[in-house]
């Protein structure tokens, strides 16, 4: 996920422009603005759609992608982000999802689930959270990875 310039919580994306052909098109192009060019190694296709929802505002509709990355992918994601056109303006930085929960039955998600997220964001994490996709690797040093989504809004 990334923090937005507004402080919430969301997924990279935005609105499809006119020289888009199609969602996938738009968003693919939104990938690189926000997330930089390390997005390019991969295509989120038609494939990877998952759910729409109704957005707040007249003929605006939030349709969720989710994709799954590898352990390389997400890293090289996540070190050419703050080079990103939109770094710093729409997007403050990316955020790593905490999927598990502590001991306490309360730190790790649920307490990530209590910030402040966009539109339909939160639903939409929990959907992606809950049904896919996701991959576990041995990550670096022998931990467990969770290799997670980048999907849009709108």
């Given at each position: 996920m990334q923090m937005r310039f507004d402080g919430r919580l969301g997924f990279p994306g935005g609105f499809?422009?006119?020289q888009d052909n199609s969602l996938e098109?738009?968003?693919?192009?939104?990938?690189?603005?926000?997330?930089?060019?390390a997005a390019a190694a991969?295509?989120?296709?038609?494939?990877?759609?998952?759910?729409?929802?109704a957005g707040s505002g007249p003929r605006?509709?939030?349709?969720?992608?989710?994709k799954r990355l590898t352990l390389e992918q997400l890293l090289a994601v996540e070190a050419g982000a703050t080079r990103a056109k939109d770094h710093g303006l729409e997007v403050l930085g990316l955020v790593r999802?905490?999927?598990y929960t502590l001991?306490?039955?309360?730190?790790g998600l649920p307490t990530f689930?209590?910030?402040?997220?966009i539109g339909s964001a939160r639903e939409q994490l929990l959907e992606a959270v809950l049904h896919g996709p996701m991959e576990t690797e041995i990550g670096r040093e022998g931990r467990m990875?969770?290799?997670f989504l980048i999907g849009p809004e709108r």
């Amino acid at each position: 996920m990334q923090m937005r310039f507004d402080g919430r919580l969301g997924f990279p994306g935005g609105f499809v422009d006119k020289q888009d052909n199609s969602l996938e098109e738009g968003l693919n192009r939104e990938l690189r603005e926000e997330l930089g060019e390390a997005a390019a190694a991969f295509r989120v296709e038609r494939t990877d759609y998952r759910s729409s929802h109704a957005g707040s505002g007249p003929r605006v509709v939030a349709h969720f992608y989710a994709k799954r990355l590898t352990l390389e992918q997400l890293l090289a994601v996540e070190a050419g982000a703050t080079r990103a056109k939109d770094h710093g303006l729409e997007v403050l930085g990316l955020v790593r999802v905490p999927l598990y929960t502590l001991r306490d039955g309360v730190g790790g998600l649920p307490t990530f689930l209590e910030n402040s997220f966009i539109g339909s964001a939160r639903e939409q994490l929990l959907e992606a959270v809950l049904h896919g996709p996701m991959e576990t690797e041995i990550g670096r040093e022998g931990r467990m990875w969770e290799c997670f989504l980048i999907g849009p809004e709108r």
